[in-house]
């Protein structure tokens, strides 16, 4: 009989798959891609991806939210399904790892278990989720599967109203049917994604996988500190309330804190702007984007009432007023401990050395994770670069992970 | 015979005119205006400029730059011109005073004098002097009129070819023309401009007029940290090269350092910048607008070089790339003894307080004093707005300073 522990993925057949999906949107130094949600280009690696499926013998199923997907009947009728996916959308001029390679891999291990003919207590489901890097809404094909969609959200999305709208047109969707895309809970076993880490850890440690303990908890900020106008060159130094002097006292302190008190989290000031933003003027307004992310609920709290405490501080001590718009918050998501077991032993079974880590992004698998038992595997990136064409793994670390995909989607039953 | 320091202008007859200007252009607040330079609000101000000079029985005279003047010939032939004048354009949504007083107190003075029928040793001359605000280049009109007008500055202006070839275009001005429009300095005898003070000095001080004895030198840089465009979820604090902490910590120093060692000098940092600019990528590159400005060339040099100095360390500090782009210079421009002299004594013999000050902003008398004796006085500021239509002086001080210019001038060859 069979030993589905023998399985390994067809790396050469992988490899093709990679190189074919790499060219659609390659950006023009030929090391990324260029593929924002629905747009042109992603649209045509779903149409791509769709035809490798049909050529697979798979069964192609396509939801309401757009969401893709390649799916084997490998078990009794009836019986729930494995999913195991990730996402081919990119964000702009961003890298060719990124969510497609867990959708190949995905797709790989269906065929492998479909040549070999192994039936399993569950169905096996390869999905390709909708926008999950947020160039419309984030985590959008994921949400509307988990039936977590907010009908807020879609009226002020993330990249606008009118992107949102273009993006749907293009892609023949609809609101309503965003909103019904919901998957019903009772017929999901799980869901695997292999993905990049996207950072220095597994590389720094010397470690092939990492298991995914927790996907961190985001949560953003408009920071705003308001001075005074006031003309650069007439204004005595002593008597201005440069808003700027806030925003940068504010920017070091937040470096300061997150480093000596919350070592396991992290925070970013990625835009800054002044207002009016000439040369001659005092900045009157400096308005700062806020993002921090921490693994756990708790430290989740202690960090952003530190931090807005800083900004408080960084306001009084350059007399300037301060108001602070909260943006949103997803919650710090464990994985399910079955699946971080179903990978850990796959691992071992495949004489990978692996270490558990946080996610510090987010991922479709923190929308799974709220219907069904979810689970994450990284593999290594090199370099450090990610959401760029830089973005590198190696691809011997690349075929481990698959492997490390069909391993634990094939052993995910066992005890 | 008649006293000349017997004469007073005509208050109500300048309150009109100031009425009257403050309309073309008005921001919807009605406190302001808006007349950017060669748009059409300012060449509607010039319009009934140059029919109130008509009005008044005074000699029109329109330069190929644009400079609108109100002649009076009360001098011997070929006796040279006291210019007075400041210039109509405004900053976008800026204040009714900062130009417009001192251009409608000129025309003022000339009206008295023609009145009076006094007869002085060189002709009078009220001037409006195109762009001073720098909408298209800066001090355009006085520059072109000094012979200090750079055809690198009108390739690569200030506000865009594209901006200064529409206005040219609408107020039916050339290139050539503008390199054309230089006045013979043997006909001028000088040069006095009355202005707002846009700073707090002489309210602070309870003085009604300020005696200019210098305009500051105004030097600008684009300055920008270079670090890496990291993922901000999966790069851990430690390991980032934040552009954005360079930006910062150079913002806090250049404060501390102007004021610690150049108690005389002013700085600012009006723009700021991060690359790529989004939520959750650590900033590769922050750029920003630096503007300094020293009353004397020694200390202007040295406050360039703390300044850069500072740029440097912020970057070593944090890690990052540092790049410098000098963007321009005016030296600074000491007033004429002789025109300190006559605006001092004026106020003296008005009954009225006077102080010398130091002139933080530029003036189109710095492109007049490489030609001719210039000189500057200021009136009070309330409330400390500038650039702004909450720039407000009491009309009485207007009426003070106006009648200073008037005495200045009719007064300007005593010894």
């Not at 999906?21 to 991806?49: K, N």
């Amino acid at each position: 009989m069979l030993n589905s522990t023998d399985l390994r993925i067809n790396a050469e057949r992988l490899w093709q798959d990679f190189q074919a999906l790499s060219l659609i949107g390659a950006t023009v130094d030929g090391q990324g891609v260029h593929r924002p949600a629905l747009g042109p280009a992603h649209l045509e690696a779903r149409r791509w991806f769709a035809q490798r499926v049909q050529h697979s013998g798979l069964e192609l199923r396509i939801d309401s939210a757009g969401n893709h997907s390649g799916r084997l009947e490998c078990a009794p009728a009836g019986a729930p399904t494995l999913l195991l996916g990730s996402h081919l959308d990119s964000v702009p001029n961003g890298g060719r790892y990124d969510g497609a390679l867990g959708v190949l891999a995905a797709l790989e291990v269906l065929r492998v278990v479909q040549k070999a003919g192994l039936r399993l207590p569950y169905h096996l489901e390869a999905i390709d989720f909708t926008d999950e890097e947020g160039t419309l809404v984030g985590l959008l094909g994921s949400a509307a599967f988990a039936g977590a969609l907010n009908v807020e959200e879609l009226r002020s999305p993330r990249g606008g109203r009118e992107m949102l709208e273009a993006g749907l047109a293009r892609a023949g969707l609809t609101e309503d049917g965003l909103l019904q895309a919901v998957r019903d809970p009772r017929t999901l076993a799980g869901y695997l994604e292999l993905h990049i880490e996207q950072g220095p850890r597994l590389l720094n440690a010397g470690v092939s996988i990492g298991v995914v303990s927790a996907i961190v908890g985001i949560c953003s900020y408009k920071v705003e500190f308001m001075g005074r106008a006031d003309h650069a060159g007439t204004t005595p130094m002593q008597v201005r309330r440069d808003a700027g002097l806030g925003a940068s006292a504010f920017s070091l302190a937040v470096r300061r804190v997150v480093m000596e008190q919350f070592p396991d989290c992290v925070a970013n000031i990625g835009q800054l702007a002044y207002t009016p933003g000439a040369y001659n003027i005092v900045p009157e307004r400096a308005s700062l984007a806020l993002e921090l992310r921490a693994p756990e609920a708790d430290s989740f709290a202690r960090l952003e009432a530190a931090l807005l405490e800083q900004a408080r501080l960084a306001a009084q001590e350059h007399g300037l007023g301060l108001e602070t718009h909260f943006l949103g918050l997803h919650q710090p998501t464990p994985m399910s401990p079955v699946a971080q077991r179903a990978i850990a032993r796959a691992a071992a079974e495949l004489g990978l050395s692996a270490m558990p880590l946080v996610s510090g992004a987010g991922h479709d698998a923190q929308s799974l994770a709220a219907i069904c038992p979810a689970g994450m595997l990284f593999i290594p990136s090199q370099g450090g670069a990610s959401h760029s064409p830089r973005e590198f793994s190696l691809w011997e670390d690349c075929v481990n992970g698959a492997n490390v995909l069909l391993q634990a989607a094939t052993g995910y039953a066992k005890k």
